[in-house]
């Protein structure tokens, strides 16, 4: 059972997403609070989680405003992400998991089993499987042991849509949006066992075909246009951007 910030924060995470904020659109914690059935300070904790993704920015009279970007934005975050995780797994790999390395990987992917185990997914099963997810990125970066790596996917995880849950929307949390992350979670088990098998090469190219999977929904979302609302909301953000900027 996750507590009340992790499950705000993928509500929250969850109304963006749905395109339920405009850009510029103040975000005011009280409103949002009560719509959520929440005390202010898991949606305040939430805001600051938001702004660290790059979804939302400070205001320069206070609080939190929605921001808006573009489909090229998104992409390219999404697609270096993939380039410096490759790098990570190919790292972890090549320098060789210790004992207590592989069992710290293994506990966390088998707490994304259990989140996935029902036919569908409720709120704190979802939340527990961002959680796993999250997670499981992190000790591949920690687990790198390179600094300016580190640093890196940092800088990049404060662009939107770029940190490794923030293309986890709740839709995925039923029907095919469910495959989706059985097929992801699938990618998690190829890149540990190319990394217990010392494959840096193959361990690489898993860590970047995972990022694929957001890119596909970013493109077939675009693709689709209006009717892409109901497969990834946010392109409602994106359409409010069209035609001043990149595509």
Known sequence: MQSQQSRVLVQLRDLILK?????????????????????RTPVRLAFATLEQEGLVQLSPSGGYVMRAFTRKEIDDAIAVRGVLEGMAARLVAENGLTREMSAELHECLKLGDE????????????ADYVEMNNHFHQLLIDFAGNAALTRAIELNNRLPFAAASATLPMHSSTGDGRQWLLITHNQHRSMLHAIERREGSRAQAVAMEHVEVARMNLRHAYEKGSESIEIMPAMRLLARRQGTGSH
């Open 19 to 39: 395109g339920e904020f405009a850009p510029g659109e103040r975000l005011a914690e009280i409103p949002i609070a009560e719509r959520l059935s929440s005390s």
């Open 115 to 126: 989140a996935l185990k029902g036919p569908e997914m409720t709120i704190d099963a979802y």
